[in-house]
């Protein structure tokens, strides 16, 4: 009689499996935890600071507006940098709160003070709001009113006697950040970005720790590494935001809008008109990123490093296929030889937003980190319907005083 034989048991395979998805989805949260402990303390240092600045003068005016909740990161940054710009010209303190980070809920905040300074120096937490007004009536206003007027309409009506004033409307709203009506504001809020505009510490060790480990090179900032050109690649969730843009006939957005930007529209120049127009620069084809970064190429033939700013990750991988398609083009002599580039030379080097090296607790600066290192390229591609894009070239405009053929939106 010959042995029976017998499966062995599959429950060991089956635990094994399990243990390590367990183990994975533990690395995951731990590594994306953010940095509680000091958001706290911040959190804390910041109320501190604030009763200084309050003790400072009985004389203080105060201004809180009404803020947007729960937008990306850089919608957020734009307004509060506009607030504390109109807060300065009304010579009131800026009452700052905190932001909203929406991936983790409209109910998750962070303190202002670990990414943005400029805002928060000689200014108080919304905390503190009532303290500081403590005796006095707290003047509501409303300051939307027609695009054109509306930045001096906020600029009267904030420079009232009140002591305190709260601003009940939502005053830099979509519409009037597309419109000509922000384009008065530049010329001062220039000149803001190049004395008040400072990211915290922990966002810029971790650029300077980039560009060490990347090795890329910026003027102002660090002499060792190749100077690079910066990509900024949107991808992602943005074809749907790209469709809705070109069904309303919706133009660039804040400093995009910019008349002296029309020069650096990769041509042909959007028509808001034409829906196919906006989808063209909204959510262009590779061929046409392409094509643009070629035109920088053969301008600067001593710009053969190249760092793509994308929003590739797990729930958008076809990002990745995008970027990658990219690099395959870029880096071939044969591609660059056909483009007319200088001696056929293609792009040495492309690195990329996930090679920046970030340490557990600190993925929650990243976009603030792709900006930084966006700023400090020798010349920037963007995309003109993007906010991130045009704050980058909003600060290397205006922080840095650069030149305006160094950037391109494609």
């Not at 003068?57 to 919608?75: C, D, E, I, P, T």
């Amino acid at each position: 009689m010959f042995p029976v034989y017998r499966r062995p048991p599959r429950l060991p395979l089956f635990l094994a499996v399990v243990f390590s998805l367990l183990l994975a989805v533990a690395y995951l949260y731990i590594s994306s935890r953010p940095p509680y402990a000091l958001y706290t303390s911040l959190f804390d240092a910041e109320v501190k600071s604030s009763r200084q600045v309050i003790k400072s003068s009985a004389n203080n005016k105060y201004v809180m507006f009404r803020q947007l909740q729960g937008a990306g990161f850089n919608n957020q940054a734009q307004e509060i940098l506009l607030f504390h710009h109109l807060a300065l010209l009304t010579s009131r303190i800026y009452v700052y709160q905190p932001l909203v980070w929406r991936p983790r809920g409209e109910n998750s905040l962070v303190p202002l003070t670990a990414f943005l300074l400029g805002p928060t120096k000689n200014s108080i937490t919304s905390v503190l709001f009532n303290e500081a007004c403590y005796g006095h009536p707290i003047k509501h206003v409303k300051l939307r009113t027609e695009h054109m007027v509306r930045w001096d309409h906020a600029k009267q009506t904030l420079s009232d006697d009140a002591k305190c004033i709260q601003v009940d409307d939502w005053i830099f709203d979509w519409s009037f950040l597309a419109s000509p009506g922000l384009h008065h504001i530049w010329p001062s809020f220039q000149s803001y970005l190049a004395n008040h505009f400072e990211w915290s510490e922990p966002i810029l060790a971790i650029v300077e720790r980039s560009q060490t480990a990347l090795n890329l090179r910026s003027k102002g900032f660090n002499k060792d590494g190749d100077a690079y050109m910066a990509l900024h690649l949107r991808r992602g969730d943005f074809e749907e935001h790209c469709k809705y843009l070109a069904e309303d006939h919706m133009g660039f957005t804040t400093w995009g809008t910019l008349p002296i930007l029309r020069s650096s529209i990769f041509p042909p120049t959007i028509d808001v008109s034409n829906a196919t127009s906006v989808t063209e620069h909204c959510y262009p084809s590779l061929r046409r990123i392409l094509a643009a970064v070629s035109n920088q190429a053969k301008m600067r033939p001593h710009l053969r490093t190249l760092h793509v700013l994308h929003d590739g990750a797990w729930d958008h991988p076809l990002v990745y296929l995008h970027f990658y398609k990219l690099v395959e083009a870029l880096t071939s002599p044969v591609w660059a030889q056909r483009q007319g580039w200088p001696d056929g030379q293609p792009m040495k080097r492309v690195t990329h937003s996930a090679m920046v090296p970030i340490s557990r607790g600190e993925g929650d600066w990243k976009v603030a980190v792709d900006v930084e290192l966006a700023r400090r390229a020798e010349a920037f591609i963007g995309n003109g319907y993007s906010s991130l894009s045009t704050q980058v070239v909003a600060l290397r405009l205006g922080a840095d005083q650069g030149a305006l053929d160094d950037n391109m939106f494609y």
